[in-house]
């Protein structure tokens, strides 16, 4: 039976997230510069954004640039921003035509401001596409969002448009970056870590979790489909017991 025969199409994560990890680590394997991980690495982005699009994945979440790779060497994070552009700049065609929703989150201000520039872009000219929602995370960090989150819900409280007694789960939720995308079903690392690195630290309470020791630049379309099986098996109970989810 191949992976595809496996898969209940009834039962597919609406939100898939994924830790891209290993980009570093090919390049060394290969003999190769780091940056060339890195564009191998986006070969791997647009193989997995197609797929979920066939699929009708709801949403795709993608870790890109985590608050602190700021901290890595001067020349990796200008290297990772030109890829960046050149990303944003190729793939806007054809997110249109598969009918992708281009998203970001994160302080994207302090990105370059070109690259701000053609963030905003690529979602203006892709908001009215009624299919995955492909999500990058830039400037990203989750502990930063709740943070973010906290001080803007003060702020609504301290001028009196919010009152402290009516804020639940749903009133918090809506001050974070991903206040219109559905909870992470789904998320996958790859390269062999097993950790969450800062990444949807509010979203993945009930998430299912997936690690594979795949390094991100050979991540196939059968890896992922590979991690869609996985997650199918899972019980997922929501802190209920098996007899009330039966």
């Known amino acids: ?28 394997g290969h003999f190769l510069p780091r940056v060339e991980g890195h564009r191998q690495g986006v070969k791997a982005v647009d193989r997995i954004v197609s797929l979920c699009a066939k699929l009708k994945i709801e949403a795709l979440t993608l870790y890109s640039f985590s608050d602190e790779n700021w901290n890595r060497p001067r020349a990796e994070v200008s290297a990772l921003m030109k890829i960046l552009d050149q990303y944003l700049r190729q793939e806007l065609e054809r997110m249109n035509r598969e009918n992708i929703r281009f998203n970001a989150i994160g302080r994207i201000e302090e990105l370059p401001p070109d690259i701000v520039k053609l963030v905003k872009s690529a979602q203006e000219s892709t908001r009215r596409n009624t299919g995955l929602v492909l999500t990058l995370a830039l400037s990203y960090g989750g502990r930063q969002e709740i943070l973010d989150a906290a001080r803007k819900m003060a702020a609504k409280i301290r001028d009196g448009s919010l009152k402290i007694e009516d804020v639940d789960f749903p009133v918090f939720e809506s001050f ?12 996958i690392r790859t390269s062999g870590e097993k950790r969450i690195s800062n990444f949807l630290l509010y979203q993945i309470a009930y998430t299912e ?38």
């Open 1 to 28: 039976m191949t992976l595809q025969e496996q898969i209940d199409y009834s039962r597919l994560p609406r939100h898939i997230a994924i830790i891209m990890d290993g980009n570093g680590r090919w390049a060394k």
């Open 176 to 187: 974070l970056y991903t206040r219109d995308l559905p909870d992470v079903d789904l998320l």
């Open 209 to 246: 979790l997936h690690y594979t020791d795949v390094l991100w630049p050979d991540f196939s379309e059968d890896d992922l489909l590979k991690a869609i099986v996985d997650f199918q098996k899972r019980e997922r109970r929501f802190g209920l017991i098996k007899e009330q989810i039966a």
